[in-house]
T-cell receptor, first 114, second 111 residues
Framework: NAGVMQNPRHLVRRRGQEARLRCSPMKGHSHVYWYRQLPEEGLKFMVYLQKENIIDESGMPKERFSAEFPKEGPSILRIQQVVRGDSAAYFC????????????FGPGTRLTVL | DQQVKQNSPSLSVQEGRISILNCDYTNSMFDYFLWYKKYPAEGPTFLISISSIKDKNEDGRFTVFLNKSAKHLSLHIVPSQPGDSAVYFCAANSGNTPLVFGKGTRLSVIA
């Protein structure tokens, strides 16, 4: 299976805990994007990364959210001190080239904050 | 301010007929447009795309039409099948800017 992998698929956290979402891009893809989808909404761009670099984080909340894409291993979206409003589906996508911009999505992580 | 708008939240079509999903955009800088299909509890699946140098792109049962002067694109599915029932998202970007998504249209194909 050469698709985009995300884990966990479901994550439950209590307010104040940390959430770590992982994304492994498709084979041969070095561009990773994170999106958030709230109920009845479209996907909202959060951050775009290449290996070891954050290229565009214009959609990331200024506090509590961070992302990385290390040289080895998956991309990580980290949410510190989660609040109920963070409950959403978080999707990762990858592409081969930024110019091509056909992004292929993973199955998503559904975060529920109690 | 929504740069990509899908004004119909839902659409019902008989099996075998044509489904037409519409999308409007406000940013005249957008030059690449995509349609994604999404089933419940799954990630969006890329369906078809079109660049602004074209006005039509066809792939099997799916055709996307782009009207740049009206800032409007549409996705035609013909013939529609029950398996096409899903939420369809329109997305757009320009150059190195992030993809901007519409809120989606839920298509129901009735057998």
């Amino acid at each position: 299976n050469a698709g985009v992998m995300q884990n966990p698929r479901h994550l439950v956290r209590r307010r104040g805990q940390e959430a770590r979402l992982r994304c492994s891009p498709m084979k041969g893809h070095s561009h990773v994007y994170w999106y958030r989808q709230l109920p009845e909404e479209g996907l909202k761009f959060m951050v775009y990364l290449q290996k070891e670099n954050i290229i565009d984080e214009s959609g990331m909340p200024k506090e509590r959210f961070s992302a990385e894409f290390p040289k080895e291993g998956p991309s990580i979206l980290r949410i510190q001190q989660v609040v109920r409003g963070d409950s959403a589906a978080y999707f990762c996508a990858s592409s081969r080239d930024r110019e091509a911009d056909t992004q292929y999505f993973g199955p998503g992580t559904r975060l529920t904050v109690l | 301010d929504q740069q990509v708008k899908q004004n119909s939240p839902s659409l019902s079509v008989q099996e075998g007929r044509i489904s037409i999903l519409n999308c409007d955009y406000t940013n005249s800088m957008f030059d690449y447009f995509l349609w994604y299909k999404k089933y419940p509890a799954e990630g969006p699946t890329f369906l078809i795309s079109i660049s602004s140098i074209k006005d039509k792109n066809e792939d099997g049962r799916f055709t996307v039409f782009l009207n740049k002067s009206a800032k409007h694109l549409s996705l035609h599915i013909v013939p529609s099948q029950p398996g096409d029932s899903a939420v369809y998202f329109c997305a757009a970007n320009s150059g190195n800017t992030p993809l901007v998504f519409g809120k989606g249209t839920r298509l129901s194909v009735i057998a």
